[in-house]
Every structure is written in C-alpha cells, then in structure tokens.
C-alpha cells in the first residue's frame, strides 16, 4: 500500500508563477491536510479538508487555495509564488472517528524554493 | 493564544535513557500526540495520550499530566538511529492538531 504520494518531490519556482502541488491518499481516509514546515518553526496548518466536497481554511492560508473533488485527491495551488512560500510542504490524511480522535500521517513531502 | 513549548535540541549517549518534555497552553485539550521526524523526511506517528498516566510502547514511553499541562516521552536503551527530531502534538477544542516546533535529538555513540 502506497499511503499517501505528493508530487513533485522538489521543484524550484520563479515568483509570480503559479503551482500546484499534488497529493493523493489510498487509505481512504475522510480527512487531509496542507502543512508547510520552516526551520525553528512547528507544522503549520494551510488548509484541511473533513470530507470530499468540502474544505476549510488553517493557520495560514493567504496564498493558497485547495479542492477536494474527491475522497483520494487534494491538491493544493499558489496561484501567484512568493519567496516567503519557500518551505517543506506536508499532505497529511487522518481517518476522523466519532470520537474525534485524529492520528495523522504523513505523505513525503514537497520541498519547493520560491526565486 | 495557544502554545506548546519543547526544548529546540537535546544531546544523548547511545545506551542511555533520555526525557524530552512538552508543556502545553491550548484552547481545550483532546489528547496528545508525539512524532518522529528524520532530517528530510515525513513525521511518523510514535504515540497518542489522552488520559492522565504512562504509556509504554517498547523502548519508547509517553507520559501525560492534564492538570499540569505536561508530557514527556521517555526513550530507553537509545540507538543511533533514534536521531531525530520528536515533535509533540495537541488536539484543541476544535479537533485541530497545534504542533510544537520539535526537539532535535543527538545520539552521540
């Protein structure tokens, strides 16, 4: 079992171009999730979606934009880069319980450099 | 605001028990999670607390406090490829995970 595949593995930029970073689950898992990581700094929550058809804004999502057509697929898309969007970026999944428990894991990661 | 504080790094012998701790300040508390991250790759779940007390999971331990805001995940017997970082994590009242910014782990033979 794959678990959960991002792609690109690591890309660099040119600021002002648009991007989007793929991320698919075969879990089926009703929950994912959009993390950048910086250095000194902790996971930062971007956007998340609880179920297909619907998604929600994170910590920091000014500059990002998600979907989640289905329960597989959540893309995630800058539309105009920045330097300041250089960093780790994180796809995770989570299967959601009744009792909200919500152990998350983790794809490979997308390292991208904004220039 | 909400806030989980670890130590930034930590130096160990391998052979030898080390406790990293976590203190925390959040909106609501619904249990707490410590990963496992090596330099370049993704977080690996380690362990999940949610009520007061030790849990043990081979030569890895977690330890949790409500009333203190407080966890500590113990690792024994350490191993050279227990270098890493150990990031500590907590479900808010929202069900939303707030993340520490992880401790980085040096195992020194």
């Known amino acids: 079992t794959a678990g959960i595949t991002q792609a690109p593995t690591s890309q660099i930029l040119a600021a002002g171009r648009s991007m989007t970073l793929r991320c698919t689950q075969d879990m089926r898992h009703n929950a994912m999730y959009w993390y950048r990581q910086d250095l000194g700094l902790g996971l930062r929550l971007i956007h998340y979606?609880?179920?297909?058809?619907?998604?929600g804004k994170g910590e920091v999502p000014d500059g990002y934009s998600v979907s989640r057509a289905n329960t597989d697929d959540f893309p995630l898309t800058l539309a105009s880069a920045v330097p300041s969007q250089t960093s780790v970026y994180f796809c995770?999944?989570?299967?959601?319980?009744?009792?909200?428990?919500?152990?998350?894991?983790f794809g490979p990661g997308t390292r991208l450099t904004v220039l | 605001g909400q806030n989980i504080d670890q130590p930034t790094e930590m130096t160990a012998t391998e052979g030898a028990i080390v406790q990293i701790n976590c203190t925390y300040q959040t909106s609501g508390f619904n249990g707490l999670f410590w990963y496992q991250q090596h330099a370049g790759e993704a977080p690996t779940f380690l362990s999940y607390?949610?009520l007061d007390g030790l849990e043990e999971k081979g030569r890895f331990s977690s330890f949790l406090s409500r009333s203190k805001g407080y966890s500590y995940l113990l690792l024994k017997e350490l191993q050279m490829k227990d270098s890493a970082s150990y990031l500590c994590?907590?479900?808010?009242?929202?069900?939303?995970?707030?993340w520490g910014a992880g401790t980085k782990l040096i195992i020194k033979p």
């Open positions: 979606s609880n179920t297909a058809g619907t998604t």
């Open positions: 994590a907590v479900i808010d009242s929202n069900y939303q995970l707030i």
């Open positions: 607390n949610v």
């Open positions: 995770a999944s989570s299967d959601l319980t009744s009792a909200g428990v919500n152990t998350q894991y």
